[in-house]
């Protein structure tokens, strides 16, 4: 699948464990239709992978296919049955304690016990595993001092009472740790099996043990094609119905374009280019992600005079003001993608007591939305306020084709709207702009957050003062008030919680802490036999344990 945009340093690089969408040639290659009689399906991945250690991956968008924690992710983001049989949370929210089903095990037949549970979580918090998700364990109770190197991890509030019974100790309640439970990083690992394999351990398919439907086999540690095949030793193995998915690594969409049209792929990715050619193919697929594509701001710049714009609020207002996005989407982007409404995408989370989405309900008129005229004035008084009348900016992104194109959009949109601006454009490979958007090296940054789980939460933390993620370093008190009371405070409220989320996006936008630009669309060719898949905008977006193709 393409690259799901976000801050992380070297995430969209390389993937990770995302294994995104599609494709080996193997001796299963044959047709569509031969591929039904045999349940194999066929693939393409846009990257290598860099790891199978759950760990240390930089994402998991599929390896809800080959990893399972105490629940999986079902349809419309809903927690469905994993390895915990059961699950009870205390009445004030802070203790949860899961039953492992007594037929769960590891791909190898060994059985799965709650300890497993409490040593893969302390490995992974362990600041020598250098986990880049560890920051999702926060809210259990020690993880962030574990992590931080200021007590064993030992000291995670996580216990096993017995074989079979787990018991998690949370600071805070989280109303969305449900969910949180559905992500592969919370799966168990065997101790016994990274003790035998030592530092071998992940470096192949074969040095591992899987816990969900699928296991890994065919992948030797740098090699572009591997394979999932039935885990016959997986817990509820008769709802499988595929017994192999083939994975190669195709970069160009000319390429995935003409495996899929010969039959050799049973999905294809399509670029924006191709996009128009397809809208009317039978095939065609729009699918939706809950990745928000924005401008980060360096509010720590190192030029003074960039630094000092970049700090001022009305001259943020006007370069957000200055994007057409309608425009950007519709004649250089060219796919599904959609306008944002804020910084938290829609289709991520719903009021709990209305239903109404969360964006609709945050959404302020006139902060992300194209207006010159009010652009200009802002912009005006903001160079007016740092005593300028110039001012030259380089604006940063990946060398990616779209990203290219964006580039160039916002070099010539801005410079027409804002008077004395400069847009100088850096297009670098995507692993060293992630590393230079991480270190703070760029004036403003083509940027981009996809959601881990279903709750704005996920978007939300990202821009706290203290994350690691806020590379533009945008600091506000009130905001981390915001989500500081959402997490904690307030965190088994769930009308409180949802008011504090609300004002928190609506805070983004009215003080332009960063510039939404589109939500992420994709286009697809899918297999019209191809059935079963369960996707979901956030978490682990492909699940593939129902999926089947008609006969």
């Known amino acids: 699948m393409k690259k799901r945009w976000i801050i992380l340093t070297t995430f969209a690089a390389a993937l990770g464990l995302v294994l995104a969408g599609c494709g080996n040639q193997s001796s299963d290659k044959a047709s569509n239709g031969?591929?039904?009689?045999?349940?194999?399906?066929?693939?393409?991945?846009?990257a290598p992978l860099d790891t199978i250690d759950i760990a240390k991956s930089t994402g998991y968008g599929q390896t809800g296919n080959v990893f399972e924690s105490l629940y999986r992710l079902?349809?419309?983001?809903?927690?469905?049955?994993?390895?915990?049989?059961?699950?009870?949370?205390?009445?004030?929210?802070?203790?949860?304690?899961?039953?492992?089903?007594?037929?769960?095990?590891?791909?190898?037949?060994q059985k799965i016990t709650a300890q497993d549970f409490v040593y893969s979580w302390q490995r992974t918090l362990n600041p020598n595993t250098k986990s880049q998700y560890a920051y999702l364990f926060t809210g259990i109770k020690n993880a962030d001092k574990i992590n931080a190197g200021k007590l064993s991890p030992s000291k995670l509030g996580v216990s096993a009472s017995d074989s079979h019974t787990f018991v998690v100790h949370l600071d805070e309640p989280i109303a969305y740790f449900k969910v949180l439970m559905t992500y592969p990083l919370f799966s168990p690992v065997s101790k016994k099996v990274i003790d035998k394999y030592g530092s071998k351990y992940a470096t192949t398919s074969e040095y591992m043990v899987y816990t969900g439907p699928f296991k890994m086999t065919g992948w030797k540690g740098t090699n572009d094609h591997w394979s999932f095949v039935k885990n016959d030793q997986y817990w509820d193995k008769k709802k499988v119905k595929l017994s192999k998915i083939n994975y190669s690594v195709n970069e160009n969409p000319s390429t995935i374009l003409s495996l899929y049209q010969s039959k050799k792929l049973d999905m294809a990715q399509l670029s924006s280019e191709q996009i128009k050619n397809f809208k009317n193919n039978p095939d065609y697929q729009t699918v939706p992600y809950s990745i928000t594509r924005f401008l980060a701001f360096n509010f720590k710049a190192s030029n003074s005079k960039v630094r000092k714009a970049m700090n001022n609020k009305h001259i943020r207002q006007a370069i957000s003001l200055?994007?057409?996005?309608?425009?950007?989407?519709?004649?250089?982007?060219?796919?599904?993608?959609?306008?944002?409404r804020g910084f938290v995408p829609t289709d991520l989370a719903k009021d709990p007591k209305t239903g109404k989405d969360f964006a609709d309900e945050a959404y302020l008129k006139g902060t992300v939305s194209y207006d010159s005229t009010e652009a200009k004035k802002l912009w005006k008084q903001g160079?007016?306020?740092i005593g300028e009348k110039n001012l030259s900016v380089t604006l940063m992104s990946t060398n990616d084709n779209d990203d290219k194109n964006i580039s160039e959009y916002f070099q010539v949109q801005l410079q027409k709207e804002l008077p004395g601006m400069k847009v100088n454009l850096v297009n670098i490979p995507d692993k060293v702009a992630y590393s230079r958007a991480a270190k703070g090296d760029f004036d403003i940054y083509v940027s981009g957050w996809g959601a881990d789980f279903t709750d704005p939460i996920s978007h939300l933390q990202v821009l706290q003062s203290n994350s690691g993620y806020n590379y533009g370093k945008w600091s506000n008190s009130e905001y981390d008030q915001l989500i500081k009371k959402a997490q904690n405070q307030d965190a088994n409220n769930k009308s409180k919680r949802w008011n504090d989320m609300?004002?928190?996006?609506?805070?983004?936008?009215?003080?332009?802490?960063?510039a939404p630009l589109y939500q992420t669309n994709y286009s697809f060719l899918i297999n019209p036999k191809l059935k079963g898949v369960i996707h979901n905008t956030a978490g682990t977006q492909w699940n593939y344990k129902t999926a089947y193709l008609e006969k």
């Open 322 to 340: 200055s994007i057409d996005r309608k425009q950007l989407i519709n004649k250089v982007i060219g796919d599904a993608s959609t306008t944002p």
């Open 74 to 109: 079902g349809k419309n983001g809903t927690p469905i049955a994993g390895l915990a049989s059961s699950g009870k949370v205390s009445k004030d929210g802070k203790t949860w304690t899961f039953k492992i089903r007594k037929n769960a095990k590891f791909s190898n037949g």
């Open 502 to 514: 609300i004002k928190a996006d609506q805070l983004v936008v009215k003080d332009a802490a960063i």
């Open 34 to 46: 031969s591929l039904a009689s045999s349940q194999v399906l066929n693939l393409s991945a846009d």
């Open 383 to 385: 160079m007016k306020e």
